[in-house]
């Protein structure tokens, strides 16, 4: 919320929001109530005492057992991040894969290598982290396949265009942009041990057990990348239970949020 002016003299905010609090920061603005919005409960946050002025809020709905455990429960909210205003349909036009980013190599993903490199050799890519690709597989991996586009780093804008153009979003080993992969009209496959939305993935059956073996991996990619009714299905599935995060469904929660602390 903006300032008030009064008398020409600018009044405090009435509320200030803060994406990137930490502990004992100092507010960039003077506001009559401050909320912090975090993805994670850090420990500061379980331990500390809060003024009556501050707030707890967290950007997914569907984590609101993680902060459950929070001291002063009736001091956080939900506050979900806004991606769009409406979900576009199953986006099954271009037979292309969207790699998010990097194999997080703290896991075995060696077992995954020959699934991996199977899929590349198949399928053409919009794929972010070629450097890193290139360092990993060298000349396993044909870079020049028509219809792929690698690149290291591109605004979030063109990452979300990116995104438009393919029928998948396959993350190795980690959660990736699931919420984003959805408002392109994209499914993702749902690693268990990224630690998101295990029960989601297990709805859709699209859920990547720890440990599993790579025939698992690419029995979810090949499905997804070859069968337009689940696609669909899935894509579909996804988008309903992230549905908190169009802007009209958002500012219901902002809007209990802010009756309850004013």
């Known amino acids: 919320f903006g300032p008030t002016r009064k008398d020409k003299h600018m009044s405090p905010f009435d509320l200030y929001i803060d994406a990137a609090w930490w502990q004992n920061k ?24 809060f003024s009556e002025d501050f707030f707890l809020a967290y950007p997914y709905p569907s984590h609101r057992h993680f ?8 001091k956080t909210f939900p506050l979900p991040t806004m991606f769009g205003t409406e979900f576009p349909r199953p986006n099954w036009a ?8 990097k194999i997080d190599k703290n896991r075995d993903y060696q077992t995954y290598t020959p699934a991996i490199l199977s899929l590349l050799q198949k399928y053409p890519v ?11 597989f060298g ?22 265009d990116s995104i438009k153009r393919t029928r998948l979003s396959v993350p190795f080993l980690n959660p990736g942009c699931i919420i984003e992969a959805a408002f392109c009209g994209v499914p ?7 630690g998101f939305y295990n029960s989601l993935g297990s709805m859709m059956d699209i859920l990547i057990p720890h440990n599993a ?19 669909a299905e899935t894509t579909l599935g996804i988008q309903d239970f992230f549905s908190a995060h169009l802007y009209g469904e958002a500012m219901k929660y902002f809007t209990v949020m802010v009756e309850s602390i004013f």
């Not at 902060?67 to 009736?74: A, D, I, L, P, Y």
């Open 26 to 49: 100092i507010p960039a603005a003077k506001a009559k109530k401050y909320i912090a919005l975090k993805w994670s409960l850090e420990n500061y946050l379980r331990e500390g005492s």
């Open 67 to 74: 902060f459950s455990k929070f001291s002063e429960q009736s």
């Open 94 to 101: 271009e037979p292309k894969l969207f790699l998010p980013g």
């Open 126 to 136: 919009e794929a972010v982290s070629k450097t890193f690709f290139q360092q990993e």
């Open 139 to 160: 000349n396993q991996i044909n870079f020049n396949m028509s219809g792929s586009n690698w690149w290291d780093n591109k605004p979030y804008n063109q990452v979300v």
């Open 188 to 194: 993702s496959v749902f690693w268990e041990h990224g």
């Open 213 to 231: 073996p790579p025939e698992r991996f690419l029995e979810v990619v090949e499905n997804l990348m070859n069968n337009k009714k689940s696609h």
